[in-house]
T-cell receptor, first 109, second 113 residues
Framework: KNEVEQSPQNLTAQEGEFITINCSYS?????LHWLQQHPGGGIVSLFM???GKKKHGRLIATINIQEKHSSLHITASHPRDSAVYIC???????????FGTGTRLQVTL | NAGVTQTPKFRILKIGQSMTLQCTQD?????MYWYRQDPGMGLKLIYY???????DKGEVPNGYNVSRSTTEDFPLRLELAAPSQTSVYFC????????????FGPGTRLTVT
């Protein structure tokens, strides 16, 4: 079993829909990252969180440490949100991130 | 600021050849990383550095070497390229380590035939 599992693997939505991407992990962590990989391949960091909730524009990230689960929400989705969204966790004593395989999102008009 | 830059963008190597992937950051970040991304797999850490002169192995270091002579530069050397090293390579940096935002380069797509 992978340490980091994302669901769904693929997601298609219509413009304007509310989107949820899930990330579950199997070990204790000190931080969780959400990243976005553009269709051209570039990767940008969206959020880093260790508790609670963060919001940036139409993106919201939440984490439940007890349930070992995080969600990334996109409100009022737009075709420019089409990308792969990657979850990564930092375990307590590790000096490296463990990455999920990503959720491929396509938003259509 | 240019952020994190990588060269080349694409490269095709023959089995047994060697090459260096260049990575430079202009944000004065202490931490730098090399990752590889294979189709359908999560990013895997190859090597990382916590500052000039200090490097350490990640999950998949075999077949690679790194050096960090300056804060800005973190080249990745492939010796004796093998088809298993066909991948997309990303360099990243962060100010204070993996518990901090990471800034990624645009990637290098390497094919070994």
């Amino acid at each position: 079993k992978n340490e980091v599992e994302q669901s769904p693997q693929n997601l298609t939505a219509q413009e304007g829909e509310f989107i949820t991407i899930n990330c579950s992990y199997s070990v204790g962590i000190s931080a969780l990252h959400w990243l976005q990989q553009h269709p051209g391949g570039g990767i940008v960091s969206l959020f880093m969180l260790s508790s609670g909730k963060k919001k940036h524009g139409r993106l919201i990230a939440t984490i439940n440490i007890q349930e070992k689960h995080s969600s990334l929400h996109i409100t009022a989705s737009h075709p420019r949100d089409s990308a792969v969204y990657i979850c990564a966790v930092l375990t307590g004593t590790a000096s490296k991130l463990t990455f999920g395989t990503g959720t491929r999102l396509q938003v259509t008009l | 600021n240019a952020g994190v830059t990588q060269t080349p963008k694409f490269r095709i190597l023959k089995i047994g050849q060697s090459m260096t992937l260049q990575c430079t950051q202009d944000m004065n970040h202490n931490y730098m990383y090399w990752y590889r991304q294979d189709p359908g797999m999560g990013l895997k850490l190859i090597y990382y550095s916590v500052g000039a002169g200090i490097t350490d192995k990640g999950e998949v270091p075999n077949g690679y070497n790194v050096s960090r002579s300056t804060t800005e530069d973190f080249p990745l050397r492939l010796e004796l390229a093998a088809p298993s090293q066909t991948s997309v390579y990303f360099c990243a940096s962060s100010p204070e380590g993996p518990n901090d935002e990471q800034y990624f380069g645009p990637g290098t797509r390497l094919t070994v035939t």
